[in-house]
């Protein structure tokens, strides 16, 4: 795992921890909502600037650096994952903060396919920071 990766998330665990002693969960919920928008934004850019709005070119959000995962398909129309070990999931859940994790990394993953393209459906069954033992990725476009 990078030091940076880690140390990253280890700060946003004190930072999320410190927003909602402080000010309360509203203002953690706050921040979600902001970091929805700004990931929605980003992909759609990246949408249009790649001319791309295919299942598949959004394989590029697993990396063998984060990642243990399993490829099942990946199709142009189709791209199924599962990822078996994440290191944002080893960090949250060493620290007791998968809550944390799971609003401020893993619901990331619905901003993008949102601001990519919103035709495709966007299914994850299972949940590593849920305590499943993976994450199950579907990303299917709708004809």
Known sequence: MSETRYYRDLLLIFMARILEKEFGEEALDLLVEWKY????????EIARTTGRSDPEYLFRL????????EVIKKEKNALEVKVKKCVHADVFKRFNATDVGQKLICNG?????????PKIRFTRPK?????DDC????????E
């Not at 928008?37 to 759609?44: F, G, L, M, N, S």
């Not at 063998?64 to 995962?69: L, P, Q, T, V």
């Not at 994450?135 to 709708?142: P, V």
Request: charged content about 35%.
């Open 62 to 69: 697993f990396s063998k650096e984060a990642h243990d995962f």
């Open 37 to 44: 928008k700004k990931t929605k934004e980003r992909w759609r």
């Open 135 to 142: 994450c199950h990725f579907k990303f299917e476009l709708e």
């Open 109 to 117: 993953d619905h901003a993008v396919v949102e601001g990519f393209n």
């Open 127 to 131: 949940l590593l920071m849920a305590g």
